[in-house]
């Protein structure tokens, strides 16, 4: 998955070769997947919140390949997630950044190139507290 967008009361997920369209919110979306891997949404964003000190519009940890973040308030319809893991680059133009994936497909998002750039760190900081975490259990 590179992103979701919501547009035509429906939620548009991109993978790389299709799309598919849900009748469900982006953020329900992205809550089912979180039940899918058999964690909650809420506890996770609870839990990134309290170890990370990630204040707003977390970031959430599906898998090593699906790291996804909303780029506006996540209660909001409208607001976009992007999958960091299929992020290639992202430019700055005008008072928009464009974001440019793997298979050099690219969106135009009307949000700060800061905005992504925190966005992006902080999903750093989530892989790393993971692969942190993952050897500090094997070590117990």
Not at 14 to 21: A, G, P, Q
Not at 34 to 39: A, G, N, T, V
Not at 104 to 110: D, F, G, V, Y
Request: proline share 3%.
């Amino acid at each position: 998955m590179k992103y979701l967008i919501y547009k035509d009361n429906q939620t548009h997920v991109y993978l790389e070769k299709r799309t598919i369209v849900c009748n469900v919110v982006p953020q329900t979306f992205i809550k089912e997947l979180c039940l899918s891997r058999l964690f909650s949404y809420d506890g996770m964003v609870q839990a990134i919140k309290q170890k990370l000190n990630i204040k707003t519009n977390v970031p959430i940890y599906l898998s090593y390949e699906l790291i996804v973040f909303p780029i506006a308030c996540p209660r909001y319809k409208e607001t976009i997630w992007l999958n960091y893991k299929k992020i290639y680059r992202y430019l700055k133009e005008d008072y928009q950044t464009k974001v440019i994936f793997w298979d050099k497909t690219s969106i135009r998002l009307n949000v700060s190139y800061k905005t992504i750039e925190k966005k992006l760190r902080e999903c750093e900081k989530i892989i790393n507290h993971m692969a942190t975490e993952k050897m500090s259990v094997y070590n117990m």
